[in-house]
């Protein structure tokens, strides 16, 4: 079965401070993909990034940045020099091929950055 | 570049009503799901939709509810008997292909009273 955890409920950091958000997934897939959404309070999910399981290179766009590694089943998530407007809940997400590819998503991460 | 559109952004409905929250995929998708993220929550799978027939469901998906393909274009889903607990933010989303990324629509926020 498909799963994704992640075990940060908040985090609060001060602007500027470089933040990392944990992602780990469960699958028995060799085929699936990993997405990370943010969702400000206005509550549309914003597409952020997607991975395929074939490919384990690091991204980088901008102050955000990803770290996929198989061997961990994990896929972090990192901002640098943390903004205001980055407050919002960021959700870490798994589509499986035998799961006909819907998006099982965590639990997100509430992020608060404060000025 | 196209998006995923779905109407009304916001309803308001007594418990026991039935409503039809509407979806607009993009026009070349095929694969069509509805979410539903009850506030504060995660955001849950509903159902999925291939072919004019429905490919998967979760546990959630009970025969209050249902969804339709009526013309081509729009993609629906219809609560027949709203609960209170049915309150949540309904999330469309389509893909073109199930290899490709799923678009989602803004999501309409249904309240219960």
């Known amino acids: 079965a498909q799963k994704v955890t992640q075990a940060q409920t908040e985090i609060s950091v001060v602007e500027k401070e470089d933040v990392t958000l944990d992602c780990v997934y469960e699958?028995?897939?060799?085929?699936?993909?990993l997405f990370w959404y943010k969702q400000p309070p206005s509550g549309e999910l914003v597409f952020l990034i997607r991975?395929?399981?074939?490919?384990?290179q690091n991204e980088i766009s901008g102050r955000y940045s990803w770290n996929f590694q198989k061997s961990t089943s994990s896929f972090n998530f990192t901002i640098t020099a943390s903004q205001v407007v980055d407050s919002a809940v960021y959700f870490c997400?798994?589509?499986?091929?035998?799961?006909?590819?819907?998006?099982?998503f965590g639990a997100g991460t509430r992020l608060f950055v404060k000025a | 570049e196209p998006e995923v559109t779905q109407t009304p952004s916001h309803q308001v409905t007594q418990m026991g009503q039935e409503v039809i929250l509407r979806c607009v995929p993009i026009?070349?998708?095929?694969?069509f799901y509805w979410y539903r993220q009850i506030l504060g929550q995660k955001v849950e799978f509903l159902v999925s939709?291939?072919?004019?027939?429905?490919?998967?469901k979760s546990e959630i998906f009970d025969d209050q509810f249902s969804v339709e393909r009526p013309d081509g274009s729009n993609f629906t889903l219809k609560i027949r008997s709203t609960k209170l607990e049915d309150s949540a933010m309904y999330f469309c989303?389509?893909?073109?292909?199930?290899?490709?990324?799923?678009?989602f629509g803004p999501g309409t926020r249904l309240t219960v009273l």
């Open positions: 997400a798994l589509s499986e091929a035998s799961g006909g590819f819907k998006t099982i």
């Open positions: 699958t028995r897939d060799t085929t699936y993909y």
């Open positions: 991975r395929n399981s074939f490919d384990e």
């Open positions: 026009s070349n998708h095929l694969y």
């Open positions: 939709f291939y072919n004019n027939e429905i490919s998967e």
């Open positions: 989303a389509s893909i073109i292909s199930s290899y490709n990324e799923q678009f």
